[in-house]
């Protein structure tokens, strides 16, 4: 669904959709929708803002990735409301590509759009990654992979015996500090 700025200038747009996983490329190949997005929403042209435009309301997903710690797939579902402002972006020919350009603390919470308006997969995309975790992990009690022989350890221990420390550290342990 395409938000055209004329469109937004007659009317807020308002929108009910279902994405089938699949149909929204997340760029990220350890990341996979399970589930149907559903979003619902709206859409508006902010006046007196020279092209402001407003997106706000609300998604839920089931997204599917790798655990950090043991490798195997793991559930994220999310479920979540978004209110976001887009400025349509400067012109190229006025910003130099090397210029660093000061922006005050309200223009933090801005996006930038380019052309005739926005795209919503876009939108959808951009907030599912932002409300992903840093980590992946399956679990908070994940055990992760053993770094010797490569066994899941929560699914069953290894008995490898891990090193507590670096060996090559070993020698500044003999180190004192005289004199000081």
Request: charged residues 30%.
């Amino acid at each position: 669904m395409f938000f055209n700025v004329r469109e937004l200038e007659l009317r807020k747009v308002h929108f009910d959709v279902t994405f089938p996983p699949g149909e929204i490329e997340f760029f990220d190949p350890g990341l996979r929708q399970v589930a149907p997005l559903e979003a619902e929403g709206s859409a508006e042209l902010l006046p007196n803002t020279l092209g402001e435009i407003r997106v706000k309301g609300r998604l839920s997903v089931t997204m599917e990735a790798d655990c950090d710690r043991c490798l195997e797939s793991a559930h994220y579902p999310i479920d979540s409301e978004f209110d976001l402002f887009y400025r349509p972006a400067p012109p190229a020919h006025t910003r130099h590509p090397a210029e660093e350009v000061e922006i005050d603390e309200g223009e933090v919470e801005l996006a930038f759009y380019e052309g005739g308006g926005l795209e919503l997969k876009d939108i959808l995309r951009e907030h599912i990654l932002l409300s992903m975790p840093m980590q992946r992990i399956c679990d908070e009690k994940c055990r992760g992979i053993c770094p010797q022989c490569g066994q899941n350890r929560n699914l069953a221990p290894c008995g490898c015996q891990t090193k507590s420390g670096d060996d090559r550290w070993e020698a500044l342990k003999n180190l004192t500090t005289k004199g000081i």
